[in-house]
């Protein structure tokens, strides 16, 4: 059972622009909120992540905005590159006692020169 | 170098023949988990392990056995492989419940079943 739903599925954007991908999520319990990046024939790398007290935090060019009250998470990339090419994951931790991430089903990202 | 090490990278094999690809860390992480990942359905935990001989279901464990006898080791065992589990397989462990540190990944397994 998916906690974590993420759109777009995929994103191409201009070089400079500013990608936006969305997460919503349904149980009220998590305490963070962590996107993963990856590149092709790499596993996901921690990006950036968020706890629920905070509604934004910046890394970077990398922004995580927290709307708790629509319980939805969303990243920013801004001043894009084509080096940020990769598939983008969200994630929530499992509730209760289970350890271990849900994650969104990805974003695949296409930055265009 | 801090890493988790799965081997193998690629692996074909036949329907029903048992294999176990490794999974080893080098950072004495306690918490450790087998995730696939499908297009279309991101990654999906299949097992977890809070510590040594401490193991337990995550969302998609059928077909599917791991065991924890050393804090760095946590292979995966199918016993009788299908081609449903045709698949790319990541290790993760973390040192904070949860991956509240973030987790480190393996480079994968590509697993094709025939």
């Known amino acids: 059972q998916q906690q974590v739903k993420q759109s777009p599925q995929s994103l191409i954007v201009q070089k400079g622009g500013i990608p936006i991908i969305n997460c919503a999520y349904e149980?009220?319990?998590?305490?963070?909120f962590p996107w993963y990046q990856q590149f092709p024939g790499k596993g996901p790398a921690l990006l950036i992540a968020?706890?629920?007290d905070v509604s934004e935090k910046k890394e970077g060019r990398f922004t995580i905005s927290f709307n708790k009250s629509a319980k939805q998470f969303s990243l920013h990339i801004m001043d894009s590159q084509p080096g940020d090419s990769a598939t983008y994951f969200c994630a929530a931790p499992w509730g209760g006692g289970a350890d271990g991430l849900t994650f969104g089903k990805g974003t695949h990202l296409i930055i265009q020169p | 170098e801090a890493q988790v090490t799965q081997n193998p990278r690629y692996l074909i094999t036949v329907t029903g023949k048992k294999l176990t690809v490794t999974c080893s860390q080098n950072m004495n992480h306690e918490y450790m988990s087998w995730y696939r990942q499908d297009p279309g359905l991101g990654l999906r935990q299949i097992y977890y392990s809070m510590n040594v001989e401490v193991t337990d279901k995550g969302d998609v464990p059928e077909g599917y056995k791991v065991s924890r006898k050393e804090k760095r080791n946590f292979p995966l065992i199918l016993e009788s492989p299908s081609p449903n589990q045709t698949s790319l397989y990541f290790c993760?462990?973390?040192?904070?419940?949860?991956?509240?540190?973030?987790?480190?990944f393996g480079s994968g397994t590509r697993l094709t079943v025939v």
């Open positions: 993760a462990s973390s040192l904070i419940s949860k991956g509240a540190d973030g987790y480190t």
């Open positions: 149980n009220t319990a998590f305490d963070y």
């Open positions: 968020i706890r629920p």
